[in-house]
């Protein structure tokens, strides 16, 4: 379960992108020119994403070691629940999958609807019946 839950936060990050820093200096990123004291936004879903790291990135591989993605963030300001976070989804699915195994998905997957918001990336419920 460890293992496919970092490949279930690498695939799709609840926070795709991180709360805004200011750069200190100059600098140049990528062929872009960035001034100094400016708002510079950091999206580590796109770097979960990233095929130089993660081989064939847009697929779903529950078997894949992705325990390195950047779905809590990096550095100093790296997400300070996530042994907490980690603990209740990984508590959450056990249970679900071991006591509720006939669980399924109650409307089509097409008709499922996401948050439409930059924090916490999420649905706005997922109907089930077991
Ligand atoms: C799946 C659940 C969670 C995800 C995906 C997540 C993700 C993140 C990410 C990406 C950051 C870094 C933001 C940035 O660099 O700008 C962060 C920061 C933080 N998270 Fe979480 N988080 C989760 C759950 C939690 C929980 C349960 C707690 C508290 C119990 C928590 C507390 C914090 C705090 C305090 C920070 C700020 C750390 C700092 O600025 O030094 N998070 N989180």
Redesign the pocket.
Known sequence: LGTALDEL?RFD???GI????YTTEPLTLGGTDIPSGVPVL?A?GAANRDPAHFPDPDQLDLDRTAKDH?????????????P???A??EIALDILLTRCGRLRLAVPAEDLQWRRTRL?RGLESLPVVF
Request: charged share 15%; net charge positive; glycine share 10%.
């Open positions: 936060l990050s609840p926070v991180a709360t805004f820093r950091i580590p950047l779905a809590f963030g990096h550095g100093i300001h790296r997400c300070l629940g996530a907490v976070a980690r209740e989804a916490m």
